[in-house]
């Protein structure tokens, strides 16, 4: 594989509009090509006059003989050809050995799966029912309780929908904190001691440790909220459960 830049530079904001919509158009050529792997258009920040072109080809001859020796490229070259004047470089590039780790597509693959979140689940509660401050939520603790956190944690993090499945989903979830009336303090403990076993259970990657924490703060929030209507309150419609991704865009995310 091989990648193609092509950089571009084009003053007028007129003909910026213009040359995005010719590659919207030049890409029905590309995503036709088999040479072509993939393609991204980017427009510079502090230089919006800037754009950078990137192609994947599966090699340089497939590129040069392959696509522009073939049926698409003329369609391609029509498409783009009032551009040409504005190119500053046009290479292809390979790859070195200096990359980042390819990054799982969800949080619940990134994490190790539900065995992990099992674990995750197990040191956590160990932690809690021996925990002074905590121990009087957990008064009516179960041993299911821990595997319906993993089986929630699964499907909020991008897993199977087997909580939704068997457990009553997000409406079961908040039903369960109704009548706790958790203390501030009792919520912050929770986080800590979770922050513990997920530095002991989950790999360690930075990106994912901090994502997993923020969504454990954004729920306890929302369980502590619900905790303190009595128990047997009606709480409406609450959604779909909640999916938890790698982007930082609100609460109830798709990954």
Not at 74 to 100: C, N, Q, W
Not at 127 to 154: C, G, K, M, Q
Not at 155 to 165: K, M, Y
Not at 194 to 207: F, Y
Request: proline share 7%; net charge negative.
């Amino acid at each position: 594989m091989t990648t193609e830049y092509i950089r571009y530079r084009i003053a007028d904001p007129e003909r910026r509009a213009a040359f995005e919509k010719a590659y919207a158009a030049a890409a029905e050529q590309l995503d036709a090509a088999p040479e072509c792997l993939g393609y991204d258009l980017a427009q510079g920040v502090e230089e919006p006059e800037r754009y950078i072109l990137r192609i994947e080809w599966t090699s340089v001859e497939d590129h040069l003989k392959g696509f522009r020796g073939g049926p698409l490229f003329g369609d391609f070259l029509d498409r783009v050809r009032p551009y040409i004047d504005d190119i500053e470089e046009m290479k292809h590039y390979a790859r070195t050995a200096v990359a980042s780790a390819p990054r799982a597509a969800t949080l619940y693959e990134a994490v190790g799966g539900i065995r992990a979140l099992r674990r995750l689940s197990d040191t956590f509660y160990a932690a809690v029912l021996a925990d002074p401050v905590l121990a009087p939520v957990f008064a009516h603790f179960t041993p299911e309780h821990r595997e319906h956190v993993a089986v929630w944690l699964a499907e909020v993090f991008g897993g199977p929908a087997d909580f939704t499945a068997t457990a009553g989903g997000h409406q079961g979830l908040l039903h369960a904190h109704l009548g706790l009336a958790v203390t501030d303090e009792q919520r912050l403990r929770w986080l800590e001691l979770m922050s513990g076993a997920v530095d002991r259970e989950l790999p360690p990657d930075p990106a994912l440790r901090r994502r997993v924490m923020e969504y454990f703060d954004w729920g306890t929030r929302i369980a502590q909220d619900v905790s303190r209507q009595p128990d047997g309150a009606d709480l409406g419609e609450p959604g779909p459960t909640p999916r938890w991704g790698w982007e930082k865009d609100g609460g109830n995310e798709t990954a």
